[in-house]
């Protein structure tokens, strides 16, 4: 009996390995996501994603991500941020990262 009890401890001590390696790494992404800069989350915005750009005059460009380089964001405007009229591209922006001040990820239908 105390060799079986011993045993099941053992097992039970060997999850809580597993449960704090797991705890560590969602502290190491969580201080990653941290020191992440602003313009970081900009390089991170994939081609297609429809946001809304606002730039340091203030005024808003909505369109979709047609590129994003080391220090340009390229964005199609849009008439509309919803359905088939967000397909056609008005005018294209390329707008440096340093001078972008606030993104709005529209959201996906």
Same mark, same amino acid.
């Given at each position: 009996m ?6 099941i401890?053992?097992?039970l001590?060997?999850g809580?390995?597993t449960?704090?390696a797991?705890?560590?790494a969602?502290? $190491?992404v969580?201080?990653?996501r ?9 390089r ?6 429809v ?7 203030g $005024?808003p $460009?909505?369109? &979709? $991500?047609l ?7 390229r ?10 009229a967000r397909?056609?591209v ?5 707008? &440096? ?12 239908r």
């Amino acid at each position: 009996m105390d060799d079986d009890f011993w045993e099941i401890t053992a097992n039970l001590r060997g999850g809580d390995d597993t449960a704090e390696a797991r705890e560590q790494a969602r502290a $190491i992404v969580a201080a990653a996501r941290n020191q992440r800069t602003f313009a970081d989350e900009l390089r991170a915005l994939s081609p297609g994603d429809v946001v809304t750009l606002v730039a340091l005059d203030g $005024i808003p $460009i909505t369109g &979709r $991500i047609l590129g994003v380089g080391s220090d340009v964001v390229r964005v199609g405007e849009v008439v509309d941020a919803v359905g088939t009229a967000r397909r056609r591209v008005v005018r294209c922006h390329d707008v &440096r990262l340093d001078a972008v001040v606030r993104l709005v990820r529209e959201p996906s239908r």
